[in-house]
């Protein structure tokens, strides 16, 4: 059975609340060796430390665009102290999730669009003060978010990246690997789907977003969801079949393509690799 690397997935989540063992256990049984769990906020943070301890995974640290909103200075101080005190937890492999989120119609507009930025480029200084690598929400925000690394330096991952080629080769320059998931798994995701057989194999990573970001296959319509049909809950078990579609769009064996996206995140996140031993 192949083994997979699911990237991202907040498993912490309180979707997740009443079953987490049991989303592990499935995880495991299909082939998903290993899971990064990022954190959102500063509340969360001693959450997804002792869930990647306590399940042998391993997670990030960071304040997500949505939640710079609330988040004041003293969170980034506190980050920082986070930082310093695990900056020696084998666990603890990048600084995330960060980044910049154009889609949602306030974060376009002043002063949260300053706010998130002047949180997202600190949070790439931290980064870079503590040797560790970034994990990005990259949401209509792609040329903001390259020049802050142009500017300030990183290298990751981008998650759930849905840019053009252009930026998707821009990102893969600074040393970036491009996270691909459910949403690729619709037919009408044309771009994703160019972008998935185009790259270079050594560019892309396999993730879930879970509970988020469903594939085609536990999606429901807005009048199925009207009918009482519950919208599927993504989760790591789900990431088997995402990485078989992406691979039959490459021409290659699943387990080629596990093989190679392992590989690619334990580049992308260094400290990974001593964890799958």
């Known amino acids: 059975m192949p083994q997979w690397i699911d990237t991202h997935c907040h498993l912490t989540a309180p979707e997740f609340e009443d079953d987490s063992l049991a989303v592990v256990d499935r995880a495991a049984m299909n ?11 500063v509340a969360n943070f001693e959450a997804v430390r002792l869930f990647a301890h306590v399940h042998r995974y391993s997670y990030a640290l960071g304040i997500h665009p949505l939640y710079t909103g609330e ?6 101080d506190l980050l920082s102290q986070q930082l310093q ?3 020696h937890d084998p ?19 002043s002063p949260l669009k300053e706010r998130q930025t002047f949180f997202y480029r600190e949070q790439l200084k931290l980064a870079r003060q503590y040797g560790l690598p970034v994990i990005l929400h990259v949401r209509r925000s792609a040329d903001r978010l390259l020049r802050g690394l142009r500017e300030i330096g990183g290298t990751g991952l981008a998650h759930a990246f849905n840019g053009s080629l252009q930026q998707a080769e821009a990102f893969n320059s600074l ?3 491009l996270g691909f998931g459910g949403a690729i798994t619709y037919e009408r995701a044309l771009q994703l789907r160019r972008l998935a057989t185009i790259l270079p194999l050594s560019a892309i990573v396999m993730e ?5 970001m469903p594939p085609h296959w536990l999606y429901r319509t807005a009048q199925e969801r009207a009918a009482g049909q519950p919208q599927g809950r993504n989760e790591p078990a789900e990431l088997p079949r995402i990485g078989a579609a992406v691979a039959a769009m490459r021409n290659l064996r699943p387990e080629v393509l596990a093989e190679a996206t392992t590989e690619n995140a334990c580049v992308a996140l260094p400290k990974l690799r001593a964890l799958l031993v």
Request: aromatic share 6%; hydrophobic share 45%; net charge negative.
């Open 85 to 87: 005190i695990h900056q």
């Open 91 to 109: 666990r603890l492999v990048a600084v995330g999730e960060i980044g910049l989120d154009f889609f949602e119609p306030d974060l376009r507009l």
């Open 31 to 41: 082939g998903v060796a290993h899971c990064v769990v990022p954190a959102v906020e």
């Open 71 to 76: 988040a004041g200075e003293r969170d980034l």
């Open 175 to 177: 040393g970036f690997k």
């Open 208 to 212: 879930t977003d879970a509970p988020d």
